[in-house]
């Protein structure tokens, strides 16, 4: 087994939610790290921890960032992380996998399921490391974290879904 060291610069953790019913709000979060504990050729006997941290939260609009800080959804002061704890890594085919763990957003904690796409190895032709990567995909609902936060809209429905959609791709440096 391989130590493997995520690669911040080829890295990304993002985000979307509907806004007004009508369009999306994206985002990132630019400060985060991932322990893969595992061999990224039997994936099913991985462990993965997830840590972001709140404060680095992205949407190109500082008043957005601001308030998405503050005690109306994350709570960044009394919340500065969010982490995800791997419980089981099911294969699905030979390059998807089930990743099944602990989310806690705000003091709760859920279990959810992501979808992995495990992109393989190469050689970087830079610095002649063994390189691995991965997509993450899943769907959360804020509401089940305490991010309950809206506003009525007068045409009907509300200013921001409960729906979070998660996308993430992920670079590690593999040491032998």
Do not use: C
């Not at 503050?70 to 390059?95: C, L, R």
């Not at 991965?134 to 809209?153: F, P, Q, S």
């Amino acid at each position: 087994m391989a130590n493997a060291k995520l690669d911040k610069v080829h890295s990304a953790l993002n985000f979307q939610v509907k806004h007004m019913m009508v369009s999306k709000a994206k985002g990132e979060f630019q400060d985060f790290d991932v322990d893969f504990n595992g061999d990224f050729d039997s994936l099913e006997n991985a462990d993965v921890t997830v840590t972001i941290k709140v404060a680095s939260i992205e949407t190109n609009n500082p008043d957005r960032n601001g308030h998405l800080l503050s005690g109306d959804f994350f709570d960044a002061e009394n919340h500065p992380n969010i982490t995800f704890q791997s419980k089981s890594v099911k294969k699905v085919s030979d390059s998807e996998f089930e990743v099944t763990g602990d989310l806690t957003i705000k003091g709760e904690t859920n279990e959810e399921t992501f979808n992995v796409e495990y992109n393989g190895k190469a050689k970087d032709p830079m610095s002649g490391n063994i390189v691995a990567g991965v997509d993450v995909e899943g769907k959360i609902n804020r509401e089940e974290y305490g991010l309950t936060w809206n506003a009525a809209l007068e045409t009907g429905g509300v200013l921001i879904g409960k729906d979070i959609k998660l996308s993430g791709s992920f670079e590690f440096a593999i040491e032998d």
